[in-house]
């Protein structure tokens, strides 16, 4: 029985992907930048092109656009980026197939589910926000401990400097900490600073299969 097929649009250089793999469904990646660690097949091309053109052929659709827009970050940097969730969500309806649109806590999803690492037993926060076609439930969201990262000074963010959990942002982290932190093993430094942890769309994921209808195995 083949598996579920499942586009993964703005997959950068693929967490979310993981986790839809590792739930049970074939991924195919789409990504305006060449990305050659995407470990699943891989579309160089615009994301709301492509899935205009092939969205019908697969059974569920994930995007990931970018976060910059809706970051508290643009406000300290001044910059301006594009914001494109109003765009996605329509061209994600008009497939008619189940969908799921991810990005950072304060954009302008609707009715999403907040996820984070300590949720999954992980040992990184990166809280993000999940839209759904379908009603999502959350699991329970455990306090942070009080100091557990170091980055509020601005300090290098790492084990070895008394972290419990990293913070995953910029360029100021341990690599090798952030890959076990959020359980990726391929990425560089800028695809773990973009990625979210495999764990969250592996629990959307299960749910997704239930909602096309695919039988999760126990």
């Avoid at 739930?23 to 091309?45: K, L, S």
């Avoid at 019908?56 to 809706?70: K, L, N, T």
């Avoid at 455990?142 to 942002?169: C, E, I, Q, R, Y």
């Avoid at 600073?193 to 299969?209: D, H, K, N, S, V």
């Amino acid at each position: 029985m083949s598996k579920p097929r499942l586009l993964d649009l703005f997959c950068c250089q693929g967490g979310a992907g993981m986790g839809y793999y590792r739930a049970g469904f074939d991924v195919v990646g789409v990504d305006i930048a060449e990305q050659p660690r995407y470990p699943f097949p891989f579309v160089q091309g615009d994301a709301l092109e492509y899935v205009a053109a092939h969205g019908h052929e697969f059974d569920a659709i994930h995007a990931s656009p970018p976060c910059q827009g809706y970051s508290v970050t643009q406000s300290i940097h001044g910059k301006t980026y594009p914001r494109l969730i109003d765009d996605v969500r329509a061209a994600l309806q008009a497939t008619g197939k189940p969908y799921v649109i991810e990005n950072v806590p304060g954009a302008p999803l609707q009715n999403p589910v907040e996820l984070c690492g300590v949720m999954f037993g992980l040992r990184v926060y990166r809280h993000r926000l999940f839209e759904t076609s379908w009603f999502q439930l959350a699991p329970p969201h455990t306090p942070h401990p009080k100091g557990s990262t170091t980055n509020s000074a601005g300090a290098f963010s790492s084990f070895a400097n008394g972290a419990t959990h990293l913070s995953v942002a910029g360029h100021n982290f341990s690599v090798q900490d952030a890959k076990v932190a959020m359980s990726i093993d391929w990425m560089t430094q800028y695809g773990l600073a973009q990625a979210i942890p495999p764990a969250y769309t592996e629990y959307i994921g299960r749910y997704l299969l239930e909602v096309i209808g695919v039988r999760v195995a126990a």
